[in-house]
């Protein structure tokens, strides 16, 4: 089989499946025939995996949204933490990990 993104020859165990694209939210019925390797999942753009669905199979990135760490569809992007929030987990993870408490 061959790569959808860079055409090189990949084993069956190298491809990536993917959701078509438009998918919301992860469901094996979304899933196209294609596959990606996973170099191009690891350094290309294209695509990725939703960080609360899995790694079934990936999205395009233009059906996801990223908070600049995480990429996440648009069934959970409404679980992204906004800078306050994060920051406010980091000042409580910074605290129970200080021996002086």
């Known amino acids: ?3 959808k993104s860079c ?3 990949i084993g ?3 491809g990536v499946q993917v959701y078509k694209k438009g998918t919301d939210c992860a469901d094996v019925d979304q899933i ?4 990606i390797c996973k170099n191009c999942l690891k350094h290309g753009e294209d695509f990725a995996y939703c960080s609360l669905c899995g790694d079934e199979a ?3 990135t233009s059906d ?3 908070d600049g760490f995480s990429w996440y569809c648009k069934e ?3 679980e992204i933490m906004d800078d306050e929030e994060r920051e406010s987990w980091m000042d ?7 021996p002086n408490h």
Do not use: P
Request: hydrophobic share 35%.
């Open 58 to 60: 990936a999205f395009h």
């Open 1 to 3: 089989m061959k790569c």
């Open 76 to 78: 959970h992007k409404g």
């Open 92 to 98: 409580f993870a910074g605290y129970i990990n200080d």
């Open 64 to 66: 996801l949204v990223s």
């Open 12 to 14: 069956k165990r190298d």
């Open 32 to 35: 196209v025939k294609y596959v």
């Open 7 to 9: 055409k090189k020859n």
